[in-house]
Nanobody, 121 residues
Framework: QVQLVESGGGLVQAGGSLRLSCAAS????????MAWFRQSPGKEREFVAA????????RYADSVKGRFTISRDNAKNTVYLQMNSLKPEDTAVYYC??????????????WGQGTQVTVSS
């Protein structure tokens, strides 16, 4: 069992940066692939980035490639999402998920509660 708690969301101007954190409980955190998804009102949950348990495999959605960076610290049971050059279209609730590195949200058994990111123009 893994419990996930996101933090770091907020309001930022376009072009700014935020770093999201996802703290996990459970002794098996280091064995899980981790991912970030986001969801805007009226839209489906969208894949953002994923990282394998070792950090050796990383994938990004095309919409964030070159602007966002996912990383993890297994000693701290934490995964991060560094978001740079933010755009208004990045506005969404961002969710942390554990259990895979796939782009399909239905595959992930564990989810955090989400953190709001709002980018003003």
């Amino acid at each position: 069992q893994v419990q996930l708690v996101e933090s770091g969301g907020g309001l930022v101007q376009a072009g700014g940066s935020l770093r999201l954190s996802c703290a996990a409980s459970g002794r098996t955190f280091s064995s899980y692939g981790m991912a970030w998804f986001r969801q805007s009102p009226g839209k489906e949950r969208e894949f953002v980035a994923a990282i394998s348990w070792s950090g050796g495999t990383i994938r990004y959605a095309d919409s964030v490639k070159g602007r966002f960076t996912i990383s993890r610290d297994n000693a701290k049971n934490t995964v991060y999402l560094q978001m740079n050059s933010l755009k208004p279209e990045d506005t969404a609730v961002y969710y942390c998920a554990a259990g895979s590195t796939t782009v399909a949200p239905s595959i992930y058994p564990y989810w955090g509660q989400g953190t709001q990111v709002t980018v003003s123009s």
